[in-house]
Every structure is written in C-alpha cells, then in structure tokens.
C-alpha cells in the first residue's frame, strides 16, 4: 500500500553528520506511523527512531541517542533522519519503515519498508 525510498547516505568521517531521506509514494492518504532502522554486517536489525503520524510523537532507541533527530514532512511525503557526531560503529545499511497505528521500537511490527541506504563512518 505505500512504497518507501530510502536515500541520503554516504561516507562520512568520523563526527561529521548525514540526513536521510525517506520519500513514501502509493497510498500516502493514509496516516503513516513512521520508523528508521540499522543494521551492520552480520548483526541483528536495531531501532533507530520512530515518529507518529503528525510528527507530535517520537521515540528513541539507545544507539544513536542524543545524537540524531527524526522528522517528517507530510507535504513531501518524507521522513528525514539527522545524524550527528557519527562514529564508526554507526557503519549500517539504514532502512525507514512504515505502519499503520502507533509506533513501536521492534522489527516486527513494521509492514513497509525501504530498501535500504548504506552509512559508512570512516575513522
């Protein structure tokens, strides 16, 4: 029912900063709930950041923390995510994610997703 673009990543060094991009295109009529994940080789996908519908609610997990900041812009269709004073170990392909009702910090209950960007921080 929608489909996500993920894109904005790069190489970076070591503290610089990135904002994604996450254009939605299908049914945006509908109110998406919106997600950010990562994840690095040979590791399990973790949340990221997630935002509601009108951008009035947003939530954090613990890797990036402090550090990035979530938002959208529903005239666009596009949920952005800031990232700053990036490290080495936030090297992962970074993927939005969309769902219906509510936002959660899990995997699973996320229906939609991009195709993912790769984030690479050099030291």
């Known amino acids: 029912q929608v489909q996500l ?16 991009s996450c254009a939605a295109s299908g049914r945006t009529d509908i109110d998406w709930n919106m997600a950010w994940f990562r994840q690095a080789p040979e590791k399990e996908r973790e949340f990221v950041a997630a935002i509601t ?27 952005y995510l800031q990232m700053n004073s990036l490290k080495p170990e936030d ?3 970074y993927y939005c994610a969309a769902r219906r009702q509510s936002i959660y910090d899990t995997r699973a209950q996320y229906d939609y997703w991009g195709q993912g960007t790769q984030v690479t921080v050099s030291s």
Do not use: E, F
């Open 5 to 20: 673009v993920d894109s904005g990543g790069g190489l970076v060094q070591a503290g610089g900063s990135l904002k994604l």
């Open 53 to 79: 519908w009108n951008g009035g609610g947003t939530i954090y997990g613990s890797s990036l923390k402090g550090r990035c900041t979530i938002s959208r812009d529903n005239n666009k269709n596009t949920v």
């Open 91 to 93: 090297t992962a392909v």
